[in-house]
């Protein structure tokens, strides 16, 4: 029997299923058809994952007025049914201007529910300290199963010719399930204090160099999780390599999350971090070596580590800031990554749209990462327990 943590933990994590495995990272897997059927070029393939991300922005700066105003529980469940929707309505229009508003819809919603649950799991993981490393890294692992989720069926159902628009009314429903099961851990849970970025009673100077990294984070690793995908089926990849590929991503994000729990947590300053963003930047060079399948999964194995990143600056948070002021540092660095990954799709998109193809794209991707994370290195351990 799973104790009362690890369900909350679990129960939350759905939350981050729906946030980003399903609305955010599915997309790789439907974009080939969808570039193909409507004549994407990389660029108008990658402006999708930039309204998503720039969705994602305008979401963290909403989370941070309407947390303190509605309740970090009414936010997260709230972001969840209007996430799932916006899936459902993908499914209805072949208009790019339409798909590019959901895809932003989506973002807003979405950043919503990662930034309230990443609150909720915070301040869980604080009643139960001897299991929180855990309930952190089975949150963010949350993820790693929309990813699984995915990889194991989307690719076989366009080999059945399942239409890209049924597909994503599909993962609409299946978010809206996981929505409630999420909901329901959340409604039990105490609605937590929060503190606005406005606030005076915190400064995220001592986390400088943390975000530095992070943006880097974010302008790299959106490169891979856009085009992974369509660079393995340029390179003549089956259906069976691509479902392999994307399922060894999600269950490596699920359980090498619980490999860094601990480092994360307790490693001088960031490094942690910084070791996480190292192997994640391996995994992103790995493919310009070789497009071999067995490369390929040695890749999504090591590039799987990319969500103990984003989980390493939930800890950082609590490490490094009082409790009140626990939901502002974890918005800022959301807010960070929002920017971040706004500009990357587009960068990547650009690049990969030149002569050099899809692989120059990858290559900016592992060489802002390895950039993040010498960054994060330079960061000092705090001054004070927080």
């Given at each position: ?191 937590f204090k929060t503190t606005t970025l406005s606030s005076h009673k915190w400064s995220a100077w001592q986390l400088k160099f943390s975000l530095l990294a992070y ?172």
């Amino acid at each position: 029997m799973l104790s009362r943590a690890i369900q909350t933990a679990i129960g939350l994590a759905l939350g981050a299923t729906v946030a980003l495995g399903l609305a955010r990272f599915a997309y790789a897997l439907l974009l080939p058809p969808m570039q193909a059927e409507l004549s994407w070029t990389y660029a108008l393939a990658g402006g999708m994952n930039t309204a998503n991300a720039l969705g994602y922005l305008f979401g963290a700066l909403l989370a941070s007025i309407f947390m303190p105003a509605l309740g970090t529980r009414q936010a997260f469940m709230g972001g969840l049914v209007l996430t799932s929707l916006a899936l459902i309505g993908s499914g209805f229009s072949d208009n790019y201007l339409w798909l590019l508003v959901l895809r932003c819809l989506a973002g807003i919603s979405g950043a919503v529910v990662f930034i309230a649950g990443g609150v909720l799991i915070a301040h869980a993981a604080s009643s139960y300290p001897k299991q929180a490393a855990t309930m952190l890294s089975t949150y963010y692992a949350g993820a790693g199963f929309g990813i699984l989720l995915s990889g194991i069926s989307l690719p076989f159902a366009l080999e059945l010719q399942f239409n890209w628009r049924v597909l994503w009314v599909a993962l609409g429903f299946v978010a809206l399930i996981f929505a409630i099961f999420s909901s329901l851990a959340a409604w039990h849970l105490p609605d937590f204090k929060t503190t606005t970025l406005s606030s005076h009673k915190w400064s995220a100077w001592q986390l400088k160099f943390s975000l530095l990294a992070y943006a880097c984070f974010a302008l790299g690793y959106i490169a891979y999780m856009t085009f992974s995908v369509a660079f393995m089926k340029s390179r003549g990849a089956t259906t069976l390599e691509i479902a392999l590929f994307w399922a060894m991503l999600g269950l490596s994000t699920m359980f090498v999350a619980r490999v860094w729990s601990t480092p994360i947590v307790v490693w001088h300053g960031a490094r942690g971090l910084a070791a996480a963003l190292a192997v994640v930047a391996v995994g992103a060079v790995l493919p310009l070596f070789s497009s071999q399948f067995m490369v390929m999964l040695l890749s999504a194995l090591c590039f799987g580590s990319f969500l103990s990143v984003v989980s390493a600056t939930t800890a950082l948070a609590r490490r490094y800031l009082p409790s009140s002021a626990w939901s502002a540092g974890i918005t800022l660095f959301t807010i960070v990554f929002a920017a971040g990954q706004s500009v990357g799709p587009l960068i990547s998109g650009w690049l990969s749209d030149t002569a050099g193809g899809l692989q120059i794209g990858l290559a900016w991707s592992a060489v802002v990462l390895f950039l993040g994370a010498l960054i994060a290195l330079l960061q000092p351990a705090p001054t004070s327990d927080g």
